[in-house]
């Protein structure tokens, strides 16, 4: 069954340090990608999206992530993390509906991120 | 611009009793989610309806049911809510296909 794994449940990084937060996937396809930012008591506002080419994405507040399918990987990096990213940040997974029978996004457990004046 | 709306923002039950979620979306989606937060285990998919007159089972559909009730509402009903069912619901829409899910601003539900 397709899965996705954020290994760090919490991150701390000092403001003005660079950020880079893992997401992994399991599955054999090609897989569509996004990640999500959540800021306490909110629902979940859209960061970027992958779906296919260019594998390095740019999103809005200065995040990028990069495909690498080899890896199966999706990680989220910003070079230069402001107090106002602080959040938790969900990677999230869709496949087409041939694959698997559905058409939902499959999420990862989340990373908390904190960030240190 | 109101996206995706949900009703209540916060509720709390006592065991036995049932209540619906309400979840409407004015972006003309043809796909709705339900969504479950728990701390630690992120969010998990409880029912998604892809188009309407259809539904379908998610990860967590045991205790829940669902309707969609036109293109613009799709709710969740908890018939006899359990304490394990305290959690933050999320419902979401989205074109369908390999497009992005917008969520509502989620319904804290406490079971007592």
């Known amino acids: 069954a397709q899965s996705v794994t954020q290994p760090d449940i919490h991150i701390t990084v000092s403001e003005g340090a660079s950020l880079e937060l893992r997401c992994n996937y399991s599955y054999g396809a090609t897989p569509y990608l996004f990640w999500y930012v959540q800021s306490p008591g909110q629902g979940l506002q859209l960061l970027l999206k992958?779906?296919?080419?260019?594998?390095l994405v740019q999103g809005i507040k200065g995040f990028e992530a990069e495909f690498k399918r080899s890896q199966s990987s999706f990680n989220l990096r910003k070079p230069s993390v402001h107090w106002s990213d602080a959040a938790e940040y969900f990677c999230a997974v869709g496949w087409g509906f041939m694959d698997t029978g559905r058409r939902a996004l499959t999420f990862g457990s989340g990373t908390r991120l904190q960030v240190q004046p | 611009n109101a996206g995706v709306t949900q009703t209540p923002k916060f509720q709390v039950l006592k065991t036995g009793q049932s209540m619906t979620l309400q979840c409407a979306q004015d972006m003309n989606h043809n796909s709705m989610y339900w969504y479950r937060q728990d701390p630690g285990m992120g969010l998990r998919l409880i029912y998604y309806s892809a188009s309407e007159g259809t539904t379908d089972k998610g990860e967590v559909p045991n205790g829940y049911n669902v309707s969609r009730l036109n293109k613009r509402e799709f709710s969740l009903r908890l018939e006899s809510a359990a304490p394990s069912q305290t959690s933050v619901y999320f419902c979401?829409?989205?074109?369908?296909?390999?497009?992005?899910?917008?969520f509502g601003q989620g319904t804290r539900l406490t079971v007592v």
């Open positions: 992958y779906f296919s080419g260019d594998t």
């Open positions: 979401a829409s989205s074109l369908g296909g390999r497009t992005e899910a917008f």
